[in-house]
């Protein structure tokens, strides 16, 4: 990266890093809202609870979801650049060594990114469908059911996004492993590497 697009890559960071904060602002207030929608008539009139125990154990699901979004958003700022240098560690390696397929690693790393995503959204959809169905015919009060915790189906979408970097991170750089130490056993099949070894320490070459 030249001098001209470090500032223009700052101001793009900004705008993201602005743009972040204000969708985790917009999610808790959003779950805070559905949650008391949710208990403001009691327990009893809930599609999501079936009895009082059931509320602690919902709103300990719903804060540790939120902490975990909260960590996810706020800290990307500081995990960004650590996951960017290994990045740029892994395209120097390629660029020196050529010993890994970039369009396999980038094939997979669309695969599985794409496949996540999509089976998040076919379980959320299934499980916010089940839910109206259910809340439609318990015949409840209108502002009850999914709804209220719909904020949590988008706070899942940026936890799993968090965890598919780190997934990714950790696939490419155990391919390199993968390919370095084959590289190396075709090399020391030859007998140059220990020649060379030999040689350093005195022991002189290996004979014929």
């Not at 300990?60 to 500081?78: A, E």
């Not at 980038?106 to 695969?111: P, T, W, Y």
């Amino acid at each position: 990266m030249n001098d001209n697009e470090q500032p223009s890559m700052a101001i793009i960071y900004f705008f993201l890093y602005d743009f972040s904060f204000l969708l985790l602002f917009l999610l808790l207030g959003a779950i805070v809202w559905g949650l008391y929608r949710d208990l403001k008539d009691g327990w009893i009139n809930s599609t999501r609870f079936k009895n009082p125990t059931a509320v602690i154990v919902t709103c300990s699901d719903v804060l540790s979801v939120i902490l975990l979004t909260s960590v996810s958003i706020l800290g990307s700022p500081f995990r960004w650049k650590h996951l960017q240098l290994v990045t740029d560690k892994l395209i120097q390696i390629d660029e020196k060594l050529g010993i890994v397929a970039p369009r396999r690693t980038r094939k997979f790393s669309i695969i599985l990114t794409a496949f996540t995503l999509i089976y998040l959204l076919m379980i959320s959809s299934l499980d916010i469908c089940i839910w109206d169905r259910a809340s439609r015919q318990t015949k409840k009060m209108i502002d009850k059911g999914p709804i209220n915790y719909s904020p949590l189906y988008f706070m899942y979408v940026v936890i799993i996004i968090m965890e598919i970097q780190y997934a990714v991170s950790t696939y490419n750089i155990g391919q390199r492993f993968i390919r370095l130490n084959k590289c190396l056993e075709n090399v020391l099949r030859t007998g140059s590497i220990t020649d060379h070894f030999r040689k350093d320490l005195g022991l002189g070459k290996l004979n014929p």
